[in-house]
């Protein structure tokens, strides 16, 4: 299956799901009541609030200045301005710098597939001949070290760990030192993701940053919000509260191929401002794809 092939295929909820309630709106002549309807329908399929309204008067604009009278003409249109929205700078994949460490910070609230992230980017670096490190910086949920440990052993990558309830700083403090010493191009810090307690989570990711400053000043660092593509517009409030707290570099969105409410990717991009670097469409090692915003809305349209 090719790539646009398994993007489309991953996307079929989604796509049934918006395209489906959009799609007999686009009939008949262009008036107020089309784009009253539109607005409404586009909230409905998870777009978000703000977004929606932005995606309405963008095309009732494009309607007067293009004189298109008739609704069908609209359809394309929508398409390109999604795929305008979601072509956020900095998007589209991860950019490692050669002849630097990488540190990869991964945030994300429980549940989302943060360390099943972890775990199959460690498996792409690795198969591209990179020396990549993980550390298990949830020292707090229960079986999370040995969760990504799974994982580490499946990647063949090392992973540094510390005993359960220990300073996830140190275990970051620690990692840096061994990353240095084996001379590694790549390493991944998981982080906990306890958002219901937010203050304390933030702190700790705020002193985990302090670390990584002070400890490998010349690493080119990404910190990466995980999110979890079937929370729908949840997903768009979580992106806005990490940012509040983390100098955020992107979202890695997964679970979409599950998913009903994958129109909540433009939510995050337009209401969070965070660009998309990674999708998930499939539990295997080769379904967390680099986002390319036309294929993704060309898959979102797809007939």
Not at 84 to 111: D, E, R, S, W
């Amino acid at each position: 299956m090719g790539l646009f092939d398994k993007l489309t295929a991953g996307l079929a909820k989604t796509r049934n799901s918006f395209t489906g309630g959009l799609k007999s709106l686009f009939s008949g002549k262009v008036d107020e009541e089309f784009f009253e309807e539109l607005e409404e329908a586009l909230i409905l399929a998870d777009v978000g609030v703000q977004t929606s309204l932005k995606l309405t008067e963008q095309l009732r604009q494009r309607a007067k200045a293009e004189h298109i009278r008739e609704r069908d003409a609209l359809w394309g249109a929508l398409e390109e301005e999604i795929a305008a929205i979601l072509a956020a700078p900095g998007g589209g994949g991860l950019q490692l710098t050669a002849g630097k460490l990488n540190i990869l910070l991964m945030t994300g609230v429980n549940g989302a597939g943060k360390t099943t992230t972890i775990g199959k980017l460690a498996a792409r670096y690795r198969g591209e001949g990179k020396n990549v490190l993980l550390a298990a910086g949830d020292t707090y949920r229960a079986a999370a070290a040995e969760q990504l440990e799974g994982w580490a052993n499946r990647a063949g990558v090392p992973l540094i760990r510390q005993a359960e309830g220990a300073d996830p700083a140190a275990v970051v403090y620690d990692a840096i030192a061994a990353a240095k010493a084996r001379g590694c191009d790549v390493l991944i810090v998981d982080t906990a993701g306890r958002l219901q307690n937010k203050t304390n989570l933030m702190n700790e990711l705020a002193k985990i940053g302090r670390v990584i400053a002070r400890e490998a000043p010349d690493a080119a660092l990404q910190s990466l919000l995980v999110l979890d593509g079937g929370t729908g517009q949840n997903a768009i409030s979580q992106a806005r509260q990490f940012r509040e707290a983390v100098p955020l570099t992107g979202v890695i969105i997964t679970k979409l191929d599950g998913s009903a409410k994958g129109g909540a990717v433009c939510g995050i991009v337009d209401e969070a401002g965070l660009p998309v670097k990674l999708i998930g469409v499939g539990e295997g090692m080769e379904d967390l794809r680099d986002f390319d915003a036309v294929a993704y809305s060309h898959a979102l349209f797809a007939e």
